[in-house]
Nanobody, 124 residues
Framework: QVQLVESGGGVVQAGESLRLSCGAS????????MGWYRQAPGKEREFVAG????????FYADSVKGRFLMASDNLQNTVYLEMNSLQPEDTAVYYC?????????????????WGQGTRVTVSS
């Protein structure tokens, strides 16, 4: 089983940036990809971004494309989500998870148990 710990959330003003981190442990390498998800209050969890552990093949949801950048550190078993030009609609709890591919992650075919997430609040 893959264990996941997210960190880096906080409260920021619109237009500012945050960098989220996700540490993965356990049977991490059974998955070839990692993804970020978010769940806003009263809404369903949505896929935000995914990338292969090799660092290629990044895919972003339309809502964050051009503003968010995902990166992976295979040696540290850590993935990052650089979030720029944050907007109030980005307010959510952000989660990460592992998958066999980015396509699988987009379909919520995840390998790990969901962690506590990290809360991002963007004020206008």
């Amino acid at each position: 089983q893959v264990q996941l710990v997210e960190s880096g959330g906080g409260v920021v003003q619109a237009g500012e940036s945050l960098r989220l981190s996700c540490g993965a442990s356990g049977r991490t390498v059974t998955g070839r990809a990692m993804g970020w998800y978010r769940q806003a209050p009263g809404k369903e969890r949505e896929f935000v971004a995914g990338i292969l552990w090799s660092g290629v093949g990044a895919f972003y949801a339309d809502s964050v494309k051009g503003r968010f950048l995902m990166a992976s550190d295979n040696l540290q078993n850590t993935v990052y989500l650089e979030m720029n030009s944050l907007q109030p609609e980005d307010t959510a709890v952000y989660y990460c998870n592992a998958g066999i591919s980015v396509a699988a992650l987009k379909s919520f075919a995840t390998l790990g148990s969901w962690g506590q997430g990290t809360r991002v609040t963007v004020s206008s």
